[in-house]
């Protein structure tokens, strides 16, 4: 009777066998490994496109920040609040206060056209006007050279996404708003996240050129601590004198986000689940073929006494370890060549362009990896059954 | 009839032919200065100890392989300075091929392996079909004419194999050990078959064998040694 | 195609590997049909743009709206035969996911300037009796499954009525198809004159965008700039360009679709190259002395090439076919996003592509392989056999 140790140095033996005899057929083992690589690289690259997308949308929002809206819009492009209502938000409780007042800042959001560096073809860019707490609402906010708009001036600052995706908008060049030309003065960074793909100005300068009167389109606050949102959000709901949605900062851009974001997983899954089917027939054509190049081998090994047990688990280990190698080479193309890939693309809600750069999480390369290993799995699996059923005589005798 | 070959009576003449194979930094000499002439209609036997050049020399014959030096004439024709393509198409007209392996292609049936070398040439479907039946025949395979190879017995398979090998009607047939691989009586039936195509339809035929039953079924036989021909057995 | 059955049996030899094989040349043809119909559906409407027909915006962005007056003061423009507004109305039926595109639009001269929008004359003058009617087109009409007859309640993010009142109501009095494969059929029009009489009155008067009709379009450079020029130093200057040239822009907004679908189906076909052409060179590889058999029997090297060539080209191909048809088969069930892809079909222009494109594959991985079947000295492989 074969104990354990006996076992597990049988399938060590069979493996080594294996892997020895991977040299005489390279050509397969490549275009396995290659396939599986393939198939990875697909999949993190494309999930990659949404990671960046999200994180750049929900990396800028705090916990305690918060945004209200117009109640039944679905983003700021279509909200619209007079300055009657946005003195009420800043009052609410919750919302935090320094010596100059409370923390809200109401914004104007607008588009202007202005051509991507990449095509040079108009693009729908951001154009925010802010109030001078804008800073203090959002993390993260650093001014990365020139300097900040003087409140009251046409002056504009712009977002440093935005600076490297669309063209004419570096310090010292002007932008054309209507009739009004208006400086660019400095670049601000926003940790990756959205405002970066933005363009700032002072909301009464926007409001003027726009003929906005003394309307908005959102408030931004941040609360004394994030658990002061439901009291914010249940005193303006139930405000008689207004006709408002709030909602968290980082709830909203993920809400914002989730249209690109579903658009580009379900196309990335479908691609890649495809492929991954072509990696799976390419792997069990080479784990065929190495059973068959290896069966008189396999055949010896068992009227010596090896165990059919162990030619299965040894051929799965062996295509596993094929996959992973696939998966690691995959995974590490998809992250050279795409992490931090930098371009743009439309946000659906706000009708504008959003700049982000993809991102290639370790949760999607661990994503990859397990991808791999199931496809080395499947494709070791019925390679394996048929080793183990070889009848021994019949196999002994062939060429 | 071609002129040289009415002139001195030889199908086949091979003069002065060397062959010498690189080995690495080595020189082979396999066959050195041979002369060899076989008349038409004459079933040839050529003897010799393993690795004395007897499949060299039946390359050279077939327009397989060329040599070193000196010519190979077939029917009037001098083949070793032939290009590629046309020694191919030379081939497929006047020269038929039995193997000792017999040399089928496992994915066709018997009748499709026959068909093979007439795939070369412009007959009708039909055509071929009628050439493929009477081929057959000759070889007493015709119940056997749907079976893959695999299914065949060895004696089957190399009655198929000279089918394939005289389809075409060729000038010459040449046998490399064609009853190497086959049991005493099997081998008799193959030597009768072929003694039959010589004597009965004056086929040439050109037979590399070291069995003496097989030799002694020919109308002459000659020894191979050392690259050099002889009428006699050689110690 | 004598040597057909030569060709095909020595496919059959191994038949779980020429299978395996066949089955990730289908797979990679399903995705090539699958990603051609994606980047279809995300810039395959400027092929679909009218060449004479341009786009007037405001010039600062698309959101900014004009007055209806430019109407008269744009047919007044030389080589200008018709011009027609729209309007955004950003709507949304019982779920913001369910997005389709919903505008507001003066029925008669709409559907002039739009001759591939294609309704009944019994519809269209149902919907210019019907104040309240819409024409929906005939995908958003199968997807929510809308008969002629039906109201339909839209929640507009943008406009509200006097009564401030967000919900607007349609009768659903036409249904249109498309002229053409690539025609979107996922809008829903309805008139103008509700739209502007029940609005709240700050917003009274103003459009989103022209559409206009020149007669020349060998003229519409021109068109484009006399249209600007007539609007210059307005409080609403416009920005003029051709149908075609602002739908591209539109697209390349998304972001470089050409660029990430090429990649991917460059990784895909590279992969399966690889398969392929693994095969081939293992098919060859052990047949070497079946070939020197061959060789033997007369068959030229050019005639060897031809074989293991067909060959391999016949796998591709039939992978090829059964994948595109599949492809076909998923792509013809409709959008797989529901809604976000509104001209999701398969071009046949790309069916043809890929068929191209399934024996060039043939070609590239069979060729390898035969040369090295041509090289083979007929003594040495006979000695393989």
Known sequence: ?399 | MNENQSNNGALVRVENVGKIFHRGSEDIHVLADLHLQVPAGEFLALMGPSGSGKTTLLNLIGGLDRPTKGSVVVAGERIDQLSDRTLAAWRARHVGFVFQLYNLMPVLTAERNVELPLLLTHLSKADRKKHVDAALAMVGLSHRAKHYPRTLSGGEQQRAGIARGIVTDPTLLLCDEPTGDLDRKAGNEILDLLQALNREHGKTIIMVTHDPHASARASRTVYLDKGQLSNEPVK | MKFFHLIWSNLKRKKLRTSLTLLSIVVAFVLFGFLSSIQQALVGGVAMAGADRLIVRHKVSIIQLLPESYKARMERIPGVTLATHQTWFGGIYQDPKNFFMQNPVVPEEFLAMHPELVLSPEQKEAWLKTRTGAIVGRKTADRFHWKIGDKVPIQSTIWSTAAGNRTWEFDIVGIYDGEKKGTDTTPLFFRYDYFDEARQPGAKGLVGWYTIRVKDPAQAVEVAKLVDQEFENSAAETKTEPEGAFVQAWASQIGNIVLIVAAILGAVFFTILLVTGNTMAQAVRERTGELGVLKAIGFTNGQIVGLVLAESCLLTVLGGILGLGLAWLVISRGDPTSGLLPMFFFPTRDLLIGLGLSAALGLVTGIFPALQAMRLRVADALRRM
């Open chain 1, 1 to 399: 009777m074969a104990g354990p140790i006996n076992w597990f140095s049988q399938i060590v033996s069979i493996t080594k066998f294996g892997l020895l005899s991977i040299p005489q057929r390279r050509g397969a083992v490549a275009a396995t490994v290659i396939g599986i690589a393939g198939v990875v690289t697909v999949l993190v690259g494309v999930l990659s496109i949404a990671a960046g997308f999200r994180q750049a949308m929900t990396v800028s929002a705090s916990p305690d920040g918060a945004i209200v809206l117009r109640s039944g819009a679905d983003s700021e492009m279509v909200s619209g609040l007079g300055r009657d209502q946005t003195r009420v938000i800043a009052d609410a409780p919750g919302v935090a206060r320094t010596a100059q007042g409370p923390l809200a800042s109401a914004e104007l959001f607008v588009i202007i056209n202005i051509p991507k560096r990449s095509t040079g073809l108009d693009a729908n860019v951001p154009l925010r006007g802010v109030e001078s707490a804008a800073w203090q609402v959002r993390d993260n906010m650093k001014i990365v050279q020139g300097r900040m708009f003087e409140w009251g001036k046409d002056e504009v600052i712009v977002g440093a996404g935005a600076a490297r995706e669309f063209s004419g908008l570096d310090v010292g060049s002007k932008i054309k708003v209507g009739r009004y030309e208006w400086p660019v003065v400095g670049i601000f960074s926003a940790n990756g996240g959205a405002a970066e793909s933005e363009i700032w100005a002072d909301a009464k300068v926007l409001q003027a050129a726009y003929n906005r009167g003394d309307s908005f389109q959102s408030v931004y606050a941040r609360l004394n601590s994030p658990g002061a949102f439901q009291e914010f959000k249940d005193s303006l709901t139930s405000n008689p004198q207004l006709n408002v949605k709030v909602a968290r900062q980082s709830e909203y851009y993920a809400e914002q986000s989730e249209t690109i974001t579903r658009l580009i997983t379900t196309l990335g899954f479908l691609i890649a689940f495809l492929m991954a089917i072509g990696a799976v027939f390419g792997a069990l054509n080479t784990m065929y073929s190495a059973v068959s190049a290896r069966t008189r081998e396999i055949a010896t090994l068992r009227a010596l006494g090896f165990g059919s047990g162990a030619v299965v688990v040894s051929l799965m280990i062996e295509s596993l370890l094929l996959a992973l190698v696939g998966g690691a080479i995959g995974g590490g193309l998809a992250y050279f060549a795409f992490n931090n890939f930098h371009t743009s693309t439309m946000n659906w809600q706000s009708f504008s362009q959003i700049a982000f750069a993809f991102k290639v999480t370790p949760e999607l390369l661990v994503r990859g990896i397990v991808w791999s290993a199931l496809i080395g799995l499947i494709g070791g699996l019925f390679p394996a059954i048929r080793a183990a059923r070889l009848p021994i005589a019949a196999a002994l005798r062939e060429l």
